[in-house]
C-alpha cells in the first residue's frame, strides 16, 4: 500500500506542477498577448519543426552508438539497434515515471543481449555524469554571453517576483521544499541500513557505477566516445536553435539569446516530469528579454508558443518512436 501511494505521489506531484505552471503562465497574459499565443501556434512552419526533430533523433541514434563503446570495454558487443530501442524505450519510461527510463534501458538490453543489469546500468549512470558536465560547460559557456544582460535578468526575476501573490504559499514554498527533500532523505538513508536487500542493491548499483567511469577512462575507444559525445551536445543545441526558425518573431534571437533559453529548458525537464509547463514557461521567460529588450510585459507570446512547439514536437517523438522501440523489441522477446 505505501509503495503505491509512494508511486503515485512520484508521478502526481510533477505533473500537478507542471499543470500548475501552464495555468499559472497562461494568466499572466493578457486578451491581446493570448490571441497572439494563438495565432503564433498558426503561423509556426512545420517543415523547421520536422528539421529540429530529425536532428534530436540523430542526437538519440549517436548515444546508442557511443553506449556501445562503454559495453565493448566490459567484454559485451551488443548490436547497435538493440541499443538505440533501449536507449529510446528509456526516455519513454522517463516520460510516464520519474527516473525510470535509466532501470528500464538496462533491463531491456539485458534481456535483448544478455548485458548484465548492473553492469548497463552503471555504464548508464557513468554517462549521465558525463552528461553533467557538457551540460556544466554549456551553462558556463552561457553566462560568459550573458555579460551584458545580467541587470536586465535582475530586473525581469523582481518583475516576475512581483507579479506572484504575497502570502505563505509564496514564502514558505522554498522551506517546504528544503523539508521534503531533507525528510526523504533521511527517509531513504533508514530504508538502505536497515533492509539488507535494498542495501544490496545499492551497492550493487555504486559497484556497476565505478566500473562505468572506469570503462569511461579505460576503454580504448576515447577518441570515438569523445566525438559521439560532442556530437550529441552539439544536436542538443541544434536541435534547439532550429526550432527558433518556425516563428518570425524567433527567427533573430541572437545565438546568447538561444543557448540561455537552451540552459533554462533543460533546467525545467530536470524539475518537472517530462518538462510539462516548466520548459516552455522557462524557455519563454529568458527568451523573451531578447526579443523585447527589456521592455513590455515578462514573457513574449511568441517566446511561450516557440517553448510549447519545442516541447511538442520533441515529446511526440520520443513518444512515438520511443513506443515502436518498446513494441520492436517485445516483439523480437516474443519470437521463438
Given amino acids: 500500500m ?19 505552471l501552464v495555468l499559472h503562465f497562461y494568466r499572466q497574459l493578457d486578451d491581446g498577448q493570448r490571441a497572439a499565443l494563438f495565432e503564433a501556434f498558426g503561423r509556426a512552419s512545420l517543415p523547421w519543426l520536422v528539421l529540429s526533430n530529425l536532428l534530436g533523433w540523430l542526437s538519440h541514434v549517436s548515444r546508442g552508438w ?22 529510446m524505450g528509456g526516455y519513454f519510461m522517463n516520460m510516464l515515471l520519474p527516473r ?3 532501470a528500464s534501458r538496462a533491463a531491456m538490453l539485458y534481456r535483448a543481449e544478455g548485458v548484465p543489469f548492473e553492469k548497463g546500468f552503471g555504464t548508464i549512470l557513468a554517462e549521465r555524469a558525463v552528461d553533467m558536465v557538457m551540460l556544466l560547460g554549456i551553462a558556463g559557456i552561457t553566462l560568459l554571453l550573458q555579460a ?31 523539508a521534503l527533500l531533507v525528510i526523504g532523505t533521511a ?46 551536445w552539439a544536436l542538443y543545441v541544434a536541435m534547439f536553435w532550429v526550432g527558433f526558425m518556425a516563428l518570425p518573431e ?16 533543460s533546467v525545467g525537464i530536470v524539475l518537472v516530469q517530462g518538462g510539462i509547463g516548466a520548459y516552455p514557461a ?37 513518444i512515438s518512436l520511443g513506443g515502436l522501440s518498446l513494441l520492436l523489441v517485445a516483439r523480437k522477446r516474443s519470437t521463438p
Fill in 2 to 20: 505505501r509503495k503505491a501511494v509512494w508511486g503515485t505521489l512520484k508521478v502526481a506531484v510533477p505533473v500537478a506542477l507542471g499543470i500548475w
Fill in 66 to 87: 557511443r553506449w556501445r563503446y562503454l559495453l565493448r570495454h566490459l567484454g559485451h558487443e551488443p548490436g547497435f539497434w538493440a541499443c538505440y530501442h533501449a536507449v
Fill in 100 to 102: 525510470a527510463g535509466e
Fill in 148 to 178: 551584458d544582460k545580467i541587470d536586465l535578468f535582475q530586473e525581469r526575476i523582481a518583475a516576475f517576483r512581483a507579479q506572484q501573490a504575497p502570502g505563505p504559499d509564496s514564502h514558505g514554498l522554498g522551506w517546504w521544499v528544503l
Fill in 187 to 232: 527517509v531513504a538513508a533508514f530504508l538502505v541500513f536497515t533492509r539488507p536487500a535494498l542495501r544490496a542493491r545499492v551497492m550493487d548499483g555504486v559497484r556497476g557505477f565505478v566500473e562505468g567511469v572506469r570503462s569511461i577512462l579505460r576503454t580504448p575507444d576515447k577518441g570515438p566516445y569523445l566525438f559521439h559525445t560532442v556530437l550529441i
Fill in 250 to 265: 524567433t527567427r533573430d534571437v541572437p545565438p546568447a539569446g538561444v543557448m540561455a533559453g537552451f540552459i533554462a529548458g
Fill in 282 to 318: 522557462f524557455v519563454a521567460l529568458i527568451v523573451s528579454v531578447y526579443m523585447s529588450g527589456g521592455e513590455g510585459g515578462v514573457i513574449r507570446p511568441e517566446a511561450l508558443a516557440m517553448g510549447w512547439l519545442l516541447w511538442v514536437a520533441q515529446t511526440l517523438m520520443i
